[in-house]
């Protein structure tokens, strides 16, 4: 199994910076990527960064020059560096890795941390 542990979310003012982070361990062998996903009230759940295992990234359109998604191998961790926010950017941001087991893609998501941006 996989256990993902988030940290770093809270409540930010509109134009601050907040970095998330994601540590996972367990059985984390195999993964091809780390993603940072976020769902606010109302809303279905998005894609806000990916990182595949040879360090391509891929952003959703609206974070695109103002979030940065890395990763420390050597510790199973990634990262999301959140710049310029905007309390459009509310909502319960979730870390997402994907595994190969046997030939088949297996995803795990954490529990999620929440991100308020309010003045």
């Known amino acids: 199994q996989v256990q993902l542990v988030e940290s770093g979310g809270g409540l930010v003012q509109p134009g601050g910076s907040l970095r998330l982070s994601c540590a996972a361990s367990?059985?984390?062998?195999?993964?091809?990527?780390m993603a940072w996903h976020r769902q606010a009230p109302g809303k279905e759940r998005e894609l806000v960064a990916a990182?595949?295992?040879?360090?391509?990234?891929t952003y959703g359109d609206s974070v695109k020059g103002r979030f940065t998604i890395s990763k420390d191998t050597a510790k199973n961790t990634v990262y999301l560096l959140m710049n310029s926010l905007e309390p459009e950017d509310t909502a319960l941001y979730y870390c997402?890795?994907?595994?190969?087991?046997?030939?088949?893609?297996?995803?795990?998501w954490g529990q999620g941390t929440q991100v308020t941006v309010s003045s």
């Open positions: 367990g059985s984390i062998f195999g993964i091809y990527t």
């Open positions: 997402n890795i994907g595994r190969w087991i046997s030939g088949a893609k297996v995803g795990y």
């Open positions: 990182i595949n295992a040879g360090g391509t990234t």
